[in-house]
């Protein structure tokens, strides 16, 4: 099982808790061995699903010790889910003193295989038992962690996606822009209607419109126009419906870096077919913590199907994909600061 771990299906044998009430704050943090929890009937999450959570990894590092990729990003993306969700928000520092508890005694769990690595999962729920309406009293922050293969059975296999047309993921003042439980409920019968169509993944669109491409599953989007040092890379912009990525925003800088130009903006369907048609738009690819960077194969919709590029991945794809991994298992250098390094002695 360790040697394929797959994703999110095995543990580690500790886990973080520290438990919030109004009139206490937060209180009793402990470092405790991975156990199921018992839960009250009543217990207000499993009723209004006020909760939400993180994903971050952390990579076995060139001389064995471990290296968890930009935390402090999201501890920051906690607090503003927290905060949409009226749930309290932890402090960042907590949050990575957390990683770091559970790393030094589950350490020797961050595998060191290539395309492997371990998944953190920090999570936050109201705890309060009562089925009333309103923001809990009391609240429970926890920390577990999952040594994890590719997330896509092959990793840079190029997927299939659906445009859905049909079923929207987030509205303008919604919860899309928060890591929140039920914005990931409400996608499954689209991802269920994708595989109908032979696709592997619902590519959502924005929903007033119904035109403009926001993000894949649980992953941003970007696209290539040109080839070679000339070409240019376009993720969606922030608009309030679409999870600001941490790997994408790092991407923006890898991009740049490699001397691509790079912009957030627009792109609607008929533009990523039209591209796709007259070879303007020779890649497109998504990414995130879990996906890592996918390319996109093909995409279809009630209106027609293409293919991006020849199919395969694609040059630029590739190239920022090893960068970013390369920074991620400490092979290339660190310019930007994003591992946060935790070794057992520290
Ligand atoms: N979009 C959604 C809906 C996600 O769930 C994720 C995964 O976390 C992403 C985008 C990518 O975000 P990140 O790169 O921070 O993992
Ligand atoms: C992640 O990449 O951390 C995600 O949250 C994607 C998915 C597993 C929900």
């Known amino acids: 099982m360790l040697a394929d771990p797959g994703f999110g299906r095995v543990f580690t044998e500790h886990m973080v808790s520290i438990s919030w009430e109004e009139d206490r704050g937060w209180y009793d943090a402990q470092l405790r061995p991975y156990a199921p929890l018992v839960v009250d ?8 699903a006020q909760g939400v959570f993180e994903g971050l990894k952390a990579f076995r590092q060139p001389d064995g010790h471990n290296a968890v990729f930009r935390p402090d990003a999201n501890a920051a993306r906690f607090r503003r889910s927290a905060r949409r969700l009226a749930l309290p928000e932890l402090p960042e520092r907590a949050f990575i003193e957390a990683i770091e508890l559970l790393l030094q005694v589950d350490g020797e769990w961050v595998p060191a295989a290539a395309e492997h690595s371990l998944y953190l999962r920090p999570f936050m729920f109201a705890h309060e038992v009562n089925l009333g309406v309103h923001p809990a009293r009391e609240v429970t922050f926890m920390l577990i962690a999952s040594p994890s293969g590719p997330y896509f059975a092959s990793s840079v ?3 299939t996606v659906w445009l859905s047309t049909e079923f929207s993921r987030a509205a303008p003042g919604g919860t899309g822009e928060a890591k929140f439980g039920g914005n990931y409920a409400g996608t499954l019968l689209a991802q269920a209607q994708a595989a109908e169509h032979g696709c592997d993944q619902v590519v959502w669109l924005d929903s007033v419109e119904h035109a403009w491409i926001e993000e894949m599953g649980g992953s941003n989007l970007f696209f290539v126009f040109g ?19 941490i790997t994408r925003e790092s991407l923006l800088v890898i991009g740049a870096d490699l001397g691509y130009q790079v912009g957030e903006g627009r792109i609607s369907s008929a533009e990523w077919q039209s591209g796709c048609a007259d070879g303007s738009l020779t890649e497109a690819f998504a990414c995130g913590t879990a996906a890592v960077i996918t390319p996109v194969g093909s995409v279809k919709s009630a209106g027609g199907e293409w293919v991006v590029g020849d199919g395969r991945p694609g040059p630029v794809t590739m190239r920022l994909r090893q960068a970013l991994v390369d920074v991620q298992r400490g092979a290339a250098p660190d310019r930007h600061g994003w591992l946060h390094h935790v070794r057992a002695s520290d």
């Open 41 to 48: 009937p009543a217990t207000a999450v499993l009723h209004y």
């Open 157 to 159: 296999k190029p997927v």
């Open 227 to 245: 080839s070679g040092t000339r070409a240019r890379l376009l993720t969606p912009r922030l608009t309030g419906t679409l999870l600001p990525g």
